[in-house]
Every structure is written in structure tokens, then in C-alpha cells.
T-cell receptor, first 114, second 113 residues
Framework: AQSVSQHNHHVILSEAASLELGCNYSYGGTVNLFWYVQYPGQHLQLLLK??????LVKGIKGFEAEFIKSKFSFNLRKPSVQWSDTAEYFC????????????FGQGTTLQVKP | DAGVTQSPTHLIKTRGQQVTLRCSPK?????VSWYQQALGQGPQFIFQYYEEEERQRGNFPDRFSGHQFPNYSSELNVNALLLGDSALYLC????????????FGPGTRLTVL
């Protein structure tokens, strides 16, 4: 079955702490991977994406993610979080030949304390 | 450049009623997908429209139907509403086949009483 699993449901960090959010997927074949963010009161926005090539991808606002094919993982990282990073984060996958259907994880709520 | 827009913002219906939600894609985009996001969950794919036809469908019953118009805008219709249909309904659009990124609208919050 095609699925995405995000291990951390609710993460609380202090400002300047480092962040790593886990994401594992189950999907046959070549994949495209995404991290979306939903700030309070705002719509889903793309943080970063992986299609092919360098498995370490950099996104907006200092976020990066690493695709590890052997582990079916695409973890999100940020060296130093800010209060403004408080949001809900979603990992998503599509097949490279089927980019219309995004399969999302259930999301991780990140709360950053000032 | 307007992004994806959806209407209405909020909607309250009672069980058994029917509802229509609307979406205008981002300028230059021709493919529209609809997602249902229940509280505390990630979005779930309902279906995708391209060239006015349903191209893919997720695991949703026939009560969920849609339409795409020649100007690429789209509607999501849900018949015989159930309490479990209460959710945020998201529309996403993307452009030509070579562009894989989907852009999301703000959503319509549907409450079924």
C-alpha cells in the first residue's frame, strides 16, 4: 500500500534548537518527495521538493531534507529554529510517473518557544 | 498573479444535504486536484481533473463528484452529506505536464451538523 509515515506528531523546541522531523514512505517505483508547511491561518506551502539528482535538497527559510533511498526516508532538518517556524509540517510522496496524486503523512505540529 | 482561490471559506450544512465547492486554479495552470483534510490528519486525495475530465480518483465514494470548466476552474460536489464529511477541502493546481509541483488554495471548511 502507498503510505507516508511521520513519526513525530507534536514537537516542542526552544528557539535556536536544531530540528529533525522524520518521514518514511511506502511506494513502489521511483518517487518524488515533498515537504509542505501550513502556518497558522495560512494555506499549505511548499518547503522543498526532491525529484532526482542530489539527495540533499535545500528549501526555503533554511530548511533542508535528505532522501535516503535505502531507508525510504526523507527527513526534514533545520540547524536553528525560530519562533516563526511554529507550524504544521507535512511530508508527501508521488510516483514520478503519477504526479497528480500526492500522498500525505498525518503531519507534525512544531511549536517553537521564544 | 493570483494564486489558487476557493469559495466559500466556510460552510455549514446538515446531514443529507448537498454541497458545491468552487476552485479557481493559479494563472497558467490547467490541472486541478481536490483533497479532504480531516482535523488532525494530512490531506487525502479525492480526484484530479484535466481537460475537463476526471483523470484519477482516490478512495472516495460516488457521493463525491466534480467538474472542470473550459476556463480550468473546478467544482467539487458532495451529495447526501454525512457527519464524517466535515473537513477542510483543499484545491490544488499545477501547470504543464512537466511541472510537478502543486499549489494549494486556502481551503473551504465544511461543517456537517
Amino acid at each position: 500500500a502507498q503510505s507516508v509515515s511521520q513519526h513525530n506528531h507534536h514537537v516542542i523546541l526552544s528557539e535556536a534548537a536544531s530540528l529533525e522531523l522524520g518521514c518514511n514512505y511506502s511506494y513502489g517505483g521511483t518517487v518524488n518527495l515533498f515537504w509542505y508547511v501550513q502556518y497558522p491561518g495560512q494555506h499549505l506551502q511548499l518547503l522543498l521538493k526532491y525529484f532526482s539528482g542530489d539527495p540533499l535538497v535545500k528549501g526555503i527559510k533554511g530548511f533542508e531534507a535528505e532522501f535516503i533511498k535505502s531507508k525510504f526516508s526523507f527527513n526534514l532538518r533545520k540547524p536553528s529554529v525560530q519562533w516563526s517556524d511554529t507550524a504544521e509540517y507535512f511530508c508527501a510522496v508521488t510516483g514520478s510517473g503519477n504526479t497528480g496524486k500526492l500522498i500525505f503523512g498525518q503531519g507534525t505540529t512544531l511549536q517553537v518557544k521564544p | 498573479d493570483a494564486g489558487v482561490t476557493q469559495s466559500p471559506t466556510h460552510l455549514i450544512k446538515t446531514r443529507g444535504q448537498q454541497v458545491t465547492l468552487r476552485c479557481s486554479p493559479k494563472s497558467g495552470h490547467d490541472t486541478v486536484s481536490w483533497y479532504q483534510q480531516a482535523l488532525g490528519q494530512g490531506p487525502q486525495f479525492i480526484f484530479q481533473y484535466y481537460e475537463e475530465e476526471e483523470r484519477q480518483r482516490g478512495n472516495f465514494p460516488d457521493r463525491f463528484s466534480g467538474h472542470q470548466f473550459p476556463n480550468y476552474s473546478s467544482e467539487l460536489n458532495v451529495n447526501a452529506l454525512l457527519l464524517g464529511d466535515s473537513a477542510l477541502y483543499l484545491c490544488a493546481s499545477r501547470g504543464l505536464a512537466g511541472l510537478k509541483e502543486q499549489f494549494f488554495g486556502p481551503g473551504t471548511r465544511l461543517t456537517v451538523l
